[in-house]
């Protein structure tokens, strides 16, 4: 109770760099000789001490190959003896979302009741990083590992969370180039009993991109925060970008899932039709585009087309923008849907977890383009379970 309550004395002052020198004074109360705040970088390859770590006593560790990286992937507990003691890693999860590892140095492997108050206590961490990241720099500086050009700056910044998941239904985004991503964006909201979920491929790179990026996404924000429908929302978004950005445009998809019966409604603007996967297949694309690119619609009088289709539990959808599939190897082949496919019936059929699947990709499509993509890409992947 003493190492929560100095804790919860950083959820009222003190800032995210302050939480090492916290952890280590509260470790001996946790019976560990150390305790260390690891965060995944940007780039989800490696886990990086939290800044205000001394730096003797912690290390960076790579995501593969490790047992904190596998603690970080599976979401599960892993555990090193070293004879004389060892190391115990504890996934950082806010919510759904994969924020890093705790680790603890211990003379021994901890009880099962050890171990539970371990689990709070990296609960209480991962709280206290994802509300204090606010107030300093520091969560920042450990995650970067590149400088990061501003068009970035300015999209991650208008983005949720790349994981979360309500009632058995869940939802997981990447996007690549990290530091360089510029015109590619996402977006989610639940609200009552609708999962709200919008992909985003802005024309164009750079400043002017993320600019009109910014646009389209506080524009569907506010068209779905007024309870406009998918058809109102879309119809807004093309107003907006015509009025403010005429000649440019984004191609989208916008949908809707009625979590409890898993109805799915969606409008591809100009966009490449999701995967749709069920039973370890691929089954047929749902009809694209079902309207003109964002800031085009002005071009044709028919209003935008809401497709629907019935879910069946345990479907995953996945939407992309065209920088996925369109990546190339030095042959010049593209990645394509089949491979793309592929690659999620694979993972899926693995049992792997959706927010690894999704940064197993990206680490695909980018070693596909020997470490250096064209284009952005990115992903989001939609998996739906009765409650």
């Known amino acids: 109770m003493e190492a929560v309550r100095r804790l919860m004395d950083l959820r009222h002052r003190g800032r995210a ?21 690891l965060l995944v970088d940007y780039g989800q390859l490696a886990l990086h001490p939290l800044r205000g770590t001394r730096v003797d006593t912690a290390t960076v560790l790579a995501v593969e190959d490790t047992l904190a990286g ?24 806010h919510g759904a979302e994969r924020l890093g590892v705790l680790e603890f ?10 171990r539970h108050d371990l689990e709070v206590i990296a609960a209480l961490v991962a709280e206290l990083i994802a509300s204090r990241r606010f107030y300093g720099d520091a969560v920042e500086h450990t995650r970067r590992r590149l400088p990061m050009q501003l068009a970035a700056e300015i999209i991650w910044n208008q ?6 998941a309500v009632d058995g239904t869940i939802v997981t985004a990447v996007l690549e180039p990290c530091y360089e991503v510029g015109g590619d964006a996402f977006d989610y909201a639940a609200n009552g009993d609708v999962l709200h979920v919008a992909l985003f491929d802005t024309v164009g790179h750079g400043i002017s991109a993320s600019a009109l990026t910014t646009l389209t996404l506080n524009t569907y924000r506010n068209a779905r925060r007024s309870g406009l429908s998918l058809a109102d929302t879309c119809r807004s978004i093309d107003k907006w970008i015509r ?9 989208a998809l916008l949908a809707e899932l009625d979590m409890p019966t898993g109805t799915y409604r969606r409008i591809s603007a100009g966009h490449p039709a999701e995967l749709f996967l069920r039973d370890g297949r691929a089954l047929p694309q749902l009809p694209t585009p079902n309207t003109l ?12 087309r809401v497709i629907e289709q019935q879910l069946e539990p345990g479907d ?40 690894e699947t999704m940064r197993r990709l990206i680490q695909a499509i980018v070693s596909y383009e020997d470490g250096e993509l064209r284009d952005d890409a990115t992903a989001a992947m939609l998996q739906w379970r009765r409650h």
Request: aromatic share 8%; net charge negative.
């Open 316 to 355: 995953t959808l996945v939407l992309y923008t065209d920088g996925v599939t369109e990546a190339r190897d030095a042959s010049g082949a593209l990645f394509g849907v089949e491979r793309l496919s592929d690659f999620l019936l694979n993972a899926l059929d693995e049992g792997i977890p959706a927010p």
């Open 243 to 251: 009025s403010q950005y005429p000649g440019l445009f984004v191609t």
């Open 293 to 304: 690119p964002l800031g085009l619609g002005h071009m044709i009088a028919r209003p935008p």
């Open 17 to 37: 760099e302050d939480l090492p020198e916290v952890l280590a004074a509260a470790a001996p109360l946790l019976d560990a000789e150390a305790a260390i705040v």
């Open 159 to 164: 983005l949720p969370p790349l994981t979360f």
């Open 70 to 93: 596998r603690a970080f992937t599976t979401a599960q507990q892993q555990w090193l003896d070293e004879g004389d003691g060892g190391a115990l890693w504890l996934p950082l999860l």
């Open 105 to 114: 140095r211990v003379k021994a492997y901890p009880p099962a009741a050890t």
